[in-house]
Each structure stands twice: as C-alpha cells, then as structure tokens.
C-alpha cells in the first residue's frame, strides 16, 4: 500500500474476518496487535497501525523491500550465502531476539520467510502472529 500523506510504501497484513471465527484465531491476532505496538526495534518491522472494518482486521506495516532470507538464499550460488553475510544477518536477528525476551516476548514462529531484509540488507523480523 502508500500512505498518502507521507508518500510511503506500506504492507498491509489482511485478516478476513470470516477467517477468525475460532475464539484462538481472533485471541492470536489481537496478541500480535497488543505485542507489536509494544515494539521498537531497528530489525524488526514497525506496526503502523491496526484497522477494523466490518470483515477485517488489517495491519499496517513497515515495508520491507528487500525479500525475505530464503528469497535471497535461493538467489545464491548453491543456496550458499558468504560466512561475512551470515555473520551480519545472524547477529542482527539475535538483537531482535534479545529485544523480544527482555520484554518477555517469545516469536515463536522463527524461519528464513519472516526473517526479511530491507532494501541495505538489514534484518527485519516480521510475523508475530504465534507470538506469546
């Protein structure tokens, strides 16, 4: 999406609500709402806002333009990123994580596709939604 007022790109999270009847389903995203607006972190990615409509619940995200790790490890020779790339998005995602526990927050959902990487190769940790 583009948030008019700034000229900026967003990403929308849609969650149709006929999707969420599931009394755990609607608990689990208003958890990731409630955890992420408690967040403040340069590796992980911002909740803008939430929104509810009659039929959805819509995130709106930090855009993160870069792809997510398995993207750029599937871009590589032999799925095989260089020792220095590695260092640098291992050390980046243990700060997000350290964050995340010294709030008592667990993600609980970590994978190359919610680990992605902004348009200078930093670190953004997305998806809180099995997050405690």
């Known amino acids: 999406g583009l948030h008019k007022r700034s000229n900026k ?9 006929e999707k969420m009847k ?22 992980i990615a911002k909740l803008y ?12 995200l930090e855009y993160v333009g870069g792809g997510s790790t398995h993207g750029f ?8 990123m260089e020792e220095c790339e ?5 050390a980046q995602l243990v700060s997000a994580l350290s964050y995340l526990h010294q709030k008592s927050i667990a993600h609980r959902d970590i994978k190359l ?13 997305i998806d809180f939604g099995f997050s405690t």
């Open 73 to 80: 490890l599937k871009s590589k020779p032999n799925r095989q």
């Open 9 to 17: 790109k967003v990403a929308l999270k849609i969650y149709l609500k």
């Open 86 to 90: 590695a260092r640098k998005i291992f």
């Open 22 to 43: 599931d009394l755990q389903r609607k608990k689990s995203v208003r958890r990731e709402i409630k955890l992420m607006k408690r967040l403040e972190h340069p590796h």
């Open 113 to 125: 596709e919610n680990v992605m990487l902004d348009h200078r190769g930093n670190v953004k940790l």
């Open 49 to 60: 806002e939430a929104i509810e409509t009659e039929t959805q619940v819509i995130l709106i």
